[in-house]
């Protein structure tokens, strides 16, 4: 995703829901005005129909014949967090301390991280995603969580996937709600769009979202549908 990064350049650059879970990150809180908010950019004409692909995702997303559903799990997992990774470096040197004081996401959602102790608290969505990042690497660089050599999974495999997978939901939220202009000015919107409308359909075909996590965004997620893209 150099290219990405290079026009920034020119142009100037586990977590719960107020909840908790084992990734030390926690805390969604909703607020929502009495008026309709307004149609955010993303879900806006081109940008919403912006991708990469033809047809529906959830067809590349199946469990292929005689892999192993763990196998796939992984495999998918270690791919996405590294694209979401390069995807968050683009946009890295705008989300600051000043310009995203908290962990938001769309329709006022605000989202809180927990220490291992479970204390949530409100943080700059830079300390945020740092240590949702941090800690993704350690499970997916972990033998004993991501084995490499053998095919023995942990049995709370599914758990650390779904965890995983919240944070990076999270992650994608946050860059739609307080970054798509910038993703917009470098004319990412359809890579962005595609690995999103990728890593959600691999989501909901093997139930590794609660669908009040994804809340957020479901107008964009019918958006998707709609366009045939899920």
């Known amino acids: 995703m150099n290219f990405i990064q290079s026009k920034l350049r020119l142009r100037r650059s586990s977590g719960s829901s107020r909840g908790q879970d084992s990734s030390h990150g926690s805390g969604l809180s909703g607020h929502h005005a009495a008026d309709p908010p307004p149609v955010p950019l993303y879900r806006q004409p081109p940008y919403v129909e912006a991708i990469l692909v033809n047809g529906k995702l959830s067809k590349v997303v199946r469990l292929p014949r005689y892999v192993d559903q ?12 590294h694209s979401v990774n390069r995807f968050y470096g683009a946009v890295t040197e705008y989300c600051t301390a000043t310009t995203c004081p908290t962990m938001s996401g769309p329709d006022g959602t605000e989202y809180l991280w927990s220490d291992r102790h479970r204390k ?28 490499t050599k053998t095919a023995k999974f942990p049995k709370d495999f599914g758990s650390t996937v779904r965890a995983i997978c919240k944070q990076m939901f999270r992650l994608f939220a946050h860059i739609y709600h307080a970054h798509f202009d910038v993703i917009v000015a470098v004319k990412a919107e359809a890579h962005v769009n595609t690995l999103f409308a990728h890593f959600m359909a691999f989501c909901l075909a093997f139930d590794l979202l609660d669908k009040k996590e994804y809340a957020p965004m479901a107008g964009f997620l019918h958006d998707l549908q709609e366009l045939g893209r899920l």
Do not use: G, K
Not at 70 to 81: C, H, K, R, Y
């Open 70 to 81: 763990d196998e796939w799990l992984a495999a998918n997992v270690f791919s996405f967090f």
């Open 120 to 147: 949530a608290s409100r943080v700059p969505a830079m300390q945020y995603i740092d240590f949702v990042m941090t800690w993704i690497q350690n499970q997916v660089e972990d033998e004993a969580v991501f084995p």
